[in-house]
């Protein structure tokens, strides 16, 4: 079992930046991803950015170089540093891990930027 936990939401203007956080804690030794999802209202959860167990990064294209995930394996947590904010970065970000063939969420941040 793994147990996340999301900080890091809040109101910001368009052009203005955010850095969330994921607190890991459990079963955390074997975890293979770990990575950022969102879904805004009326909308399907998508990706945002996942790294690997070796740092491996992806991102989804609409937060291409605007987005930096990364992660301190040390402490046992992730981080999205989000610059260049849009309006339709609006959403409910949530921090995922899979471990062991299952798949943990996190509850979830809410981001909302204003225009």
């Known amino acids: 079992q793994v147990h996340l936990v999301e900080s890091g939401g809040g109101l910001v203007q368009a052009g203005g930046s955010l850095r969330l956080s994921c607190a890991a804690s459990?079963?955390?030794?074997?975890?293979?991803?770990m990575g950022w999802y969102r879904q805004a209202p009326g909308k399907q959860r998508e990706l945002v950015a996942r790294i690997s167990s070796v740092g491996n990064t992806n991102y989804g294209d609409s937060v291409k170089g605007r987005f930096t995930v990364s992660r301190d394996s040390a402490k046992n947590m992730m981080y999205l540093q989000m610059n260049s904010l849009k309006p339709e970065d609006t959403a409910v970000y949530y921090c995922t891990v899979i471990s062991g063939g299952s798949v943990y969420w996190g509850q979830g941040t809410q981001v909302t930027v204003s225009s």
């Open positions: 459990g079963d955390i030794f074997s975890i293979n991803y």
